[in-house]
Structure formats: C-alpha cells, structure tokens
C-alpha cells in the first residue's frame, strides 16, 4: 500500500518560514507528479506547487516568490519551503502524488492526511 506521510506544519508568526516534506513510502514500481495542495477552513482544496519526475516545477501566482518546492527521487520526498508566511497562508496542507504500483498498472492518484499550517498575525 502506498502512503504518503506530510510533516512539518505548526504554527508560526507572519513572515516567518516553514518547511514541509512529504515521503512516499510502500510498494510502487514509479513516481510521477507530487505537488503540495492546501485547504483553508471553508474553502475548497487548491493547488500550491508541483514537480514532474524531471524536476520542472510549478508553483502558482499567490505564493510565487515565497514558496519553493524541491524534490528527491532517490528518496521519493518532495518538500515545500515557506517563507514570508501570511495569516492568508493558514491551511492544511496535502501531500499529492501519481503513482504507478506496477509496471503495468495505471497511474493513481493518491493523498497524504495533510499538514497544519498556522499563521498568526
């Protein structure tokens, strides 16, 4: 079973830095994409950075310039560094990965438990 474990959220004060990772860990044949969603409360979940296998990387325009993702393929790992943290930024954050088990088994889709990050003002 493939299982994606986030760590490193908690609370921190605006303008300050967090540094999340996420590990793939149990049996799979490949990774593909992993990327960083986040879900503030009442709102709907939505993306914040991927990573191709490749290492092209995307993150988008709200945290541009903030947030950085990094990834390990030897140590199937992505990470996202935080930095100049705002109250906005408050959300648990979702480790995200699409996963091919076997060599001929499809690609899926899979999600780690998420993350709390919280940011006071």
């Known amino acids: 079973q493939v299982q994606l474990v986030e760590s490193g959220g908690g609370l921190v004060q605006a303008g300050g830095s967090l540094r999340l990772s996420c590990a793939a860990s149990g049996s799979f044949f490949r990774l593909n994409a992993m990327g960083w969603y986040r879900q503030a409360a009442g709102k709907q979940r939505e993306l914040v950075a991927t990573?191709?296998?490749?290492?092209?990387?995307n993150v988008v325009d709200f945290v541009k310039g903030r947030f950085t993702i990094s990834r390990d393929n030897v140590k199937n790992t992505v990470a996202l560094q935080m930095n100049s943290l705002r109250p906005e930024d408050t959300a648990i954050y979702y480790c995200?990965?699409?996963?091919?088990?076997?060599?001929?088994?499809?690609?899926?889709?899979?999600w780690g438990k998420g993350t709390l990050v919280t940011v006071s003002s």
């Open positions: 990573s191709t296998s490749s290492g092209d990387t």
């Open positions: 995200n990965a699409d996963v091919k088990v076997h060599e001929l088994s499809p690609w899926m889709n899979y």
